[in-house]
């Protein structure tokens, strides 16, 4: 079954910790894309990868970090620079003809 | 960067009527414009695309129409059915590279 998969699904963070989203995806995409949506707004984003160990900042990097060893894998961490990381957090992958795939998206909570 | 605006922000409509929903976007050189579908908790779904060499792109129910010199594109959904309900968000690209998001509208379709 192809697809692109976020985990966890939801995910609590302290005040102060980092914590890590994973996306993985087994479609053979080159490019991979990290989004943030907040209630009421479009998506707005943070990361993106055109191909495995490069990558480039989106528009709200700060306080965001990632990796792209891997095709299959481009994971997000959360660090406690960022201020207000409570959010849905979706992860997409795309083809070459620039259709996009999102998975179904982590929903990050401070507590 | 790329500025999408996306109206209306809600829209209801009664079961079988025809359903509109614009996106102007600000830079010339966006060349694919997606359309997205996203139910509660969900991730987007791609539900048509079109590009810039396109005026107009049908898929059933379901069209999108481009204009390039006024900057804006139009989802048209014909014959609305109860689970068209959902929040659809429309975006812009150049080249595939970033993609730019409208803050989405909310289709209600009352039966």
């Known amino acids: 079954d192809g697809g692109i998969t976020q985990s966890p699904k939801y995910l609590f963070r302290k005040e102060g910790q980092n914590v890590t989203l994973s996306c993985e995806q087994n479609?053979?995409?080159?490019?991979m894309y990290w989004y943030r949506q907040d209630p009421g707004q479009g998506l707005r984003l943070i990361y993106y990868?055109?191909?495995?160990?490069?990558?480039q900042k989106g528009d709200i990097a700060e306080g965001y970090s990632v990796s792209r060893e891997k095709k299959e894998s481009f994971p997000l961490t959360v660090t406690s620079a960022q201020k207000n990381p409570t959010a849905f957090y979706l992860c997409?992958?795309?083809?070459?003809?620039?259709?996009?795939?999102f998975g179904q998206g982590t929903r990050l909570t401070v507590v | 960067g790329e500025n999408v605006e996306q109206h209306p922000s809600t829209l209801s409509v009664q079961e079988g009527d025809s359903a509109v929903i614009k996106c102007t976007y600000s830079?010339?050189?966006?060349?694919?414009f997606p359309w997205y579908k996203q139910e509660l908790g969900k991730g987007p779904q791609l539900i048509i695309d079109?590009?810039?060499?396109?005026g107009e792109k049908k898929d059933q129910r379901i069209a999108v129409t481009l204009n390039k010199t006024a900057k804006h594109f139009s989802l048209h959904i014909t014959e609305t059915q109860p689970e068209d309900s959902a929040v659809y968000f429309c975006?812009?690209?150049?080249?595939?590279?970033?993609?730019?998001f409208g803050s989405g509208t909310k289709l209600n379709v009352k039966p």
């Open positions: 997409a992958s795309s083809r070459r003809d620039g259709r996009a795939f």
């Open positions: 479609l053979n995409h080159d490019a």
């Open positions: 990868s055109q191909i495995v160990n490069d990558f």
């Open positions: 830079d010339s050189a966006s060349n694919y």
């Open positions: 079109i590009r810039s060499n396109v």
């Open positions: 975006a812009a690209s150049i080249d595939f590279n970033k993609f730019y």
